[in-house]
Structures are given as C-alpha cells and as structure tokens.
C-alpha cells in the first residue's frame, strides 16, 4: 500500500532502517529503534509504533505487552533517506527500565540557560503538579487553585504592559517571564499543552495563506 512512499528510503544491508523515536510535544528523545519494510508499513497502516527486533529476529508491537503504545503523530526522514524521525504522542514510559526515555544515562552535562526551554519548563510544571513537592512554588499554585493562577496570570500581565510603557527592555524581559510561567501552569491546570497552541497557530496561518482577496 505504501511501496511508493518507501522507495524513497534506504534500507542497510539487513532491510534496516533506525528510527528515532520522539515525544511529538515535548521533542525530548525517546527510543533509538529499527524497522524493516514490514514494519513500517504496519506503523503507517496502524499509526502505531511496530519495530524489527534484531536480536529476536522478529517484529513486535510497542506497547502490545505494557499497554505503553506510541501514537504515531508524523514520520519523517532525514536528507540521505537513510533515517527516520518519528514523532509520537507516547501512552507511557519508553524504556524497559520504566523510564520515560531511554536515553536517562548522562556522560557529560553542560549547564546552560538555553536549555530551559518551554518544552522542559511545561514538564518541569507538570511534574510539580504531580508530585506535590513541599515547599515548591508551582505546587503552591497548584494547591491554591484556579482563582489564584488566574490573579497571578493578571498581575503579571499588568507588569509587563506597565514594563513596555516604561520602555524598560530588562523589565519587559523580566515580566514576560513571569507572565510566561504563570501561563503555563495555567495551562496545565486547563488541560492545555504548547501542542494545542502551536496547532491553533498552524490553523490560523493556513487559512490566512489559503485565504484570496476578490
């Protein structure tokens, strides 16, 4: 059924391709697995993750077993079609271990502000929501209530139009930090992810794009 699509990539030697697996929302890296021909077409027939098992010699199904399926959200592949990027929306942790990703070993880590993106910012949130953790700030917010993340989202968003009236760049920069936070675990208390967000801007750009002028 998807022979024509699968022309376009380069299987090794064995009929193997890598495929690296990764959280469609979060971007954070999951699995490092293969697949064979066979394979992929179940994957884009099922939208579910299957693999070729190299040591059994077999496919399999994730998540057939643990119930942890991988719903498939978009299959990409690399510039020499040689690897696939596959980006799912996991039903629960990746690894055997029971760890979310397989990739939870750190040989070296270089500590930088960049890595706090907004992707890890709304986990980090999330798992403040989770674990309760004493003395946290989110887990504060979270224990107040709505009426007091909606006031705070308020308060800040008040600080950073009086930081733009002041045409004050640090303070702009400040508040809308503030304002960004408190958005999120907005949020999340709403059952909203940067997902829902990044596709409601798709939509919008697609009909503004789609959109003639008579």
Request: aromatic share 8%; with cysteine; net charge negative.
């Amino acid at each position: 059924m998807y022979d024509e699509q699968l022309n376009k990539l380069t299987f090794d030697q064995q009929g193997l391709i890598p495929a690296i697996i990764q959280d469609a929302e979060t971007a954070e890296v999951l699995t490092l697995a293969y697949m064979n021909k066979e394979s992929l077409n179940r994957t884009l027939e099922t939208g579910e993750t299957w693999f070729y098992s190299r040591k059994r010699q077999e496919l399999w199904h994730k998540g057939a077993t643990s119930g942890n399926k991988q719903h498939v959200k978009t299959i990409r592949y690399d510039c020499d079609a040689d690897t696939l990027l596959v980006l799912v929306e996991p039903l629960g942790p990746v690894c055997h271990t029971g760890e979310k990703s397989c990739f939870y070993s750190t040989l070296q880590k270089i500590e930088s502000p960049d890595q706090m993106g907004l992707n890890e910012l709304a986990a980090l949130i999330r798992q403040r929501r989770k674990e309760a953790n004493e003395g946290s700030y989110t887990t504060y917010l979270f224990e107040e209530g709505i009426d007091k993340i909606l006031k705070k989202v308020g308060e800040e968003t008040s600080e950073v139009i009086i930081g733009a009236k002041n045409n004050d760049h640090s303070e702009m920069t400040w508040e809308i930090a503030d304002l960004t936070y408190h958005t999120l675990v907005l949020m999340d208390l709403m059952g909203v992810s940067i997902s829902d967000i990044k596709q409601e801007l798709a939509k919008r750009h697609a009909v503004k794009e789609g959109s003639t002028n008579e």
